[in-house]
Structures are given as C-alpha cells and as structure tokens.
C-alpha cells in the first residue's frame, strides 16, 4: 500500500503521527483555522444555513452520509448534522479544496443520472435502492471520502459543525472529560493487584 | 536563573539540533556542567495550556506533526524505483516542536534487554544484512537507564517482568492504575502460563518533582499532555537546561547546514527563523538529535567539497541501515464495557517472546500490549473490517467501541542498506531545501516476526473470553515513527557513522545522538534507549570539553 492509499494499520502503525486529510483527494492543513466557527458552536449555536452546498447537493451529500451510518432506533449521520460539517468546513477552512469535493460530487451526481434516467437525483430513491447504488461504487475516492467526512462530521469536535448535541459521541459511548479516575471499566473495578511471579518462573 | 539569551555574534560552547527525547537531554546535561548551548529547533514552543482534545486536527491535519506541504517526502519500496512524494501521510513521522516526539507518544519505556546488543554473536550473521552487534553493552548503558527511570520519570514495577535486565535502582513511582485492556491481556496471558507485567512508562502516575499526576484524560497517544504528567523533555530537561542560565532553547530555527573549516572542525550552523531569514550561528561544536530521520538528511545537505557525499559520512552509510520496529494489530470486543478512551494508552505488556529463538524459522522477537490506539474517529475510520465500513453493520459496530480494544505488537526490523533516507533530487520542502527520499521494504522475517507475535496476541484475547477477534492485515511497511539506525554506532570508521560516544568518525567536534545510534531496532518502543544514550553521550562530551578533547 502506498501513502496515498494508507491503510487502517498504517493508521495505528503511526501511532502518534497525524494523517494528512486526503482521504478525501483533498487537503485540509486550514482545517483548525476555524476559530471563530469553533466559538460559535461551542455556544451551541450550529448555523443551518447552507454555506456552500446547493439544496440538491445538500440533499444527495446527507442521503448518502445517512447510509454510512443510518438512523433508525437510534440516531445516526442525519440527526448528528454530518452534511452541516461537511458544507461548514468546505466553507471556511477548507474552501481552497471545495472544488475538488464538489467535482467528485457532481461527476457522483452525473454517473447516477445516467444509470437512473427516470430519478432526479440519489436522495430520491428509496432506502434500499440509495443502499444497493452505493455498494456499487464505495470502491471509488469520492465514496472513500464521503465515509471520512461522515465519521469525521460524526465525532469531531461538534466546533466543526458536525457531532450535534454530540449525539456522535453518544453512538459509540465517548465522553470528553479532563479527569477520570479509576476503575474505568467494568474488568478492571475488582482487580485484586499484580500477583507477582515465584522466583522460579525468573529464568 | 532565567534562560540564556545569546547575542547573534556570540560563539557557543555547543549547538544542540532538535530539543527531542534526545536533544533534550544532551541539552539539559551540558549546561549542567558548565557549558553554554544553544538548542535550535525547527518546530514552535507549546505549554500545556496550547494542547487540545482535538483529533481531527492532531491526527488528521498534521497539528504536531512534520506536514506533508511543507516538509514533503517522497517514498518507494526499493532503489529501483522512482520515489512518490507522499501527499497524505509522511512516510516517517515526527512531532515538530519543542520536546519533539516525546510529546505525543504513548510512552512506553521499557529498557532494552541484554540480548539486544551482542545478538549477532549469539545467533550469528543474517545473509543480506548489516546485523552487527554493539559497541557498548547492557551493563555499560544501565546507570544512563537509571538516570532515565529518575531524572525523566518512569512509572513501573521494578522486578514484575521475569524477562526484564538487572536495575540498579527500582522505579521513582508505582505504575499507572490497570485498565481494563491491561486486566483482560493479563487474564488471558496467564491463562496461556505467559508473564504479563505493569507497563513502565513515561507518565508520573503520581506527583513527581514539579509535576502532577496523570489525570486519565485520555487524549495522549498523539497528542501533546495538558496535565504536564507526560514525562516529555519540554516538561523535565528543557525547563532544567535552561535553569542553569547557560541553555537557550531558539524554537522555528530550522537548521539548514552544518559548515565545516579546511581543517575539518565544524565552525557553526547556518539556519531559517520564522520568517525564513537565513542565519549563521557559531559554535565550538555541534551536537546533532534531529531525529532518526532529520540527522541524516543535514547530514546529507551538509556535503561540500570536501566532503561530497555529506558529513561524517565516510562510511558511506549515513541515511543507511533505517529500522522502524515492525507492528501488527489484533482488535477484540468483550462482553463489558472497558472504557478504553480513558488514561494511558498501555497498562499491561508481554515479552514472553522477546528472544529470537531459530526453531521459529526466521529471526526476530518482541512482545504484545493492550489498548486502544486512537479514537473515537480513529477507531471507527479503521478497525471495522472491510464488510462492516459503512451501513447498519457499521453502525452496530461502532456501538460497541466502548467494549473494544486492541493488542498492538511490537517488534525486531533488521538493519539492512538498502532501508534508507537520502535526498531527493527533484522535490524541495517550503525553505528550498531538498526533500527528504525514503526507501524502505520490511525484511522478510520482520515480516513473519510480526505475524507470528500477532498470532500469540490474537490468543492472548481469545482466552481472556473476547465475542469477537479479528486481524489487521500484516503487510510491508510504508510509514514508520520508530526512526532508527540512519548514523549507526560502532567502533570500526568503514561500518558505523559514530564511535561509542556518539562523534562522529571524520569529524571531532561533530555529535550525533539520537534514535540514528541506535545498531539493532531493539523490540520497539525505543525512546528509553534513546534518552538512555542520550545522558551517556552528554556525560562523555562534557568530560571530552574539559580535557580539551574536542
């Protein structure tokens, strides 16, 4: 694998290291430049306004992100407000590499028009249909892309527009806190010490 | 005391490159007895109060890190090819930053054993490789590790790993509290008859000296410690360097060449403020700790006519013989909530099979921890397998990150020529200088070495009664963070780049410290050994300074 390409264990491998964002085909080094967004919605005031997204592409860019991580008992992409991040942060801090994400949509939004003439966009079509369309072609940079944004918009920071109410960090359990003190969990609440090992197991 | 500040027309008793896990200390050790220096380093100076629990930015936007914009790299496999640039992810990366990589590691700091510097002489030579033994041994370096565990502070229980080398002196405080990876890879190595132990690492897990204790927060591997209780050198050396009132720490200097006179002693640095202005210091001798991966490439970019293929470099081998500890990665769910975003990243390690041992087949060893890694994004961007990346079934697994962990294996890279940093002839970073090239392919027993430690850790967990285990893939290696071996130590000027002190074989007033000393990879987690050689290194140049011996 190549680093253009970095795989989830390069990921780990790294431990320590930050990953450029091209997961996206895009690069994101303005990304913390967003201060005054971060003020903003740390207030608890995300801005649902559209910044750069059209309506139909707002529409095809939530659709899909609500397949990668679907509603239903509970909340998922929709609810968490991924397609905010993703319009918010191709707005400011990321807008010189906008129009390398928007081109992946649009030729996103072309490849569909043409294998659906009777649809008029993704978001049209029911659940199971968006599902199957999207099984075929997540092997491409834009689906790749779609996916980071959506965890990212998921469980960022709610500062950058997505994880609203931190309804992302509640899906997978995640509390941001500065202190915590034993037990953390339940395995190691009645953990009786270290037993040490007899002098014989010392070779 | 308060600082040094040094005049720009001002001779310095030494330059330190880098103020990292090595720097740091080399820094903290000169001026301590006596000496005036003046540590350049490339990053910016953070305080605890800059850091923040922001992953996107710090793992995925390079905050901390060497940027793949500005300091770009191009890498390849093999000689053969045309090296890429890499434009997501460096190929080696580092902190860039006053205290380098010590800020955002995860601290493990267990020693190196005693096999680790004579192992070509116990299992002899590998075909196609540069396996030498050390200069020095285990016994030799033990007081600088000691010095490490008390003056840096290491947590740990001294006595607790059947397998750890003789200690002269137990640990200044207890290990960190166990979490609950720590107690499910300890039940189930037990259960295998295996000797897991309390992980000693660079965290005070109570108050030591000046600062406080661990706070659990969390956000540690990868980022920089809020609680200043990571034992990094921008919270223990540094601040003690400058104590004496003879250290200047100058951080955004990016240090661009070193220059040598016809009598070839090393004259000074030349180096770019953070306004890219150029800049001539002058010094009576040069320590270089940039970095396994930074050292070789001033190194390289100090070449002139005198020395055409760059400094120090006789040998031809500096930039040569890159390790960067091989890693492999099982993930397990468990029944109950473990909590993992929560404290350190390691609470409990096994080296049963550290040794090399030849029935397996190939050489190499290492030992396996639990823990997390990364997360929340980072968890759910990669550790679903590639059937349950997106839709319901991802969904329900990202449910369940709080009854997740991970066992991450470390272990042996041999050294091989071929692994190597140089610089590339067509790429230039943001000053004009050359990029740094990377040539890097995992010899095939690291390769196996890391499948074959996976495989202990995967039935570590399934024993300790994991729901569900599953594998990362082992493949060759394209990113390392263990940079090691580039200007290797030894005794002979035609096979190593430093003798035992760390000068340089062609250049007497020239140092090199850092990872790039290092001869053989160790088992990973090598910043110990590092700082371990670090403080003998400073002993012996200071003794070297007040004889007139450089």
Sequence with gaps: ?203 | MSARKFGPKETVDFVVVGSGAAGGVVARELSQAGFEVLVLEQGPRYTAADFKHDELDYWFNSALTNNPQANPQTFRKTASEKAEQVTAVPALIYARMVGGSSNHFTGNYWRLHEVDFKERSLLGPIEGTSFADWPIDYAELEPYYTKVDWEVGVSGLAGASPFDPPRSKPYPMPPLPVKSSGVLLERGARKLGLHPFPAPMAIASEPYRDRPACAHCGFCIGFGCEMRAKSSPLYTMIPEAEATGRCEVRSESYVSRIEVDERDRVTGVAYFDKDKREHFQKARAVVVSANGAETARLLLMSANGRHPDGLANSSGLVGRNLMFNTYAQVNAIFEHELNEYKSVQVTRIVHDFYQSDPKRGFYGGGGFDGRIGPNPIGWAMFEPPPDRAWGAEFKSLIEKMPRAMISATHGTSLPLESNRVDLDPELKDAWGLPAMRVTYRDHPDDLANARFLQDRATEVLQAAGAQEVWKDPVEESTIGVHLLGTCRMGDDPKSSVVDRYHRTHDIRNLFVCDGSSLVTSGRGQPTMTIQALAFRAGDHIARFAKRGEI
């Design chain 1, 1 to 203: 694998m190549r680093n253009n390409d970095t795989t989830r264990r390069d990921f780990q491998r790294a431990s320590g290291g930050a990953l450029g964002a091209a997961w996206l085909g895009i690069q994101w080094s303005d990304l913390a430049a967003a201060a005054e967004h971060a003020h903003e919605a740390a207030a608890g005031t995300i801005d649902h306004q559209f910044k750069v997204l059209t309506p139909a592409q707002a529409r095809d860019v939530a659709a899909i992100a609500a397949q990668i991580v679907p509603s239903g008992d509970t909340p998922g992409a929709r609810e968490a407000g991924v397609v905010y991040f993703i319009d918010h942060v191709s707005a400011g801090i990321y807008a010189r590499n906008a129009p390398e994400f928007l081109a992946g949509l649009t030729a996103f939004q072309q490849e569909f028009a043409k294998s659906h003439p009777g649809s008029d966009q993704f978001a049209d079509l029911d659940a199971a249909a968006q599902l199957a369309y999207l099984k075929s072609v997540e092997k491409t940079p834009f689906f790749g892309g779609m996916r980071f944004l959506t965890v990212a918009g998921l469980l960022a920071l709610p500062s950058y527009g997505g994880n609203e109410n931190k309804l992302g960090w509640k899906m997978v359990g995640f509390v941001d806190r500065h202190v915590w003190s034993p037990p953390f969990g339940y395995y190691d609440q009645d953990y009786p010490g270290f037993e040490p090992y007899p002098k014989a197991a010392r070779s």
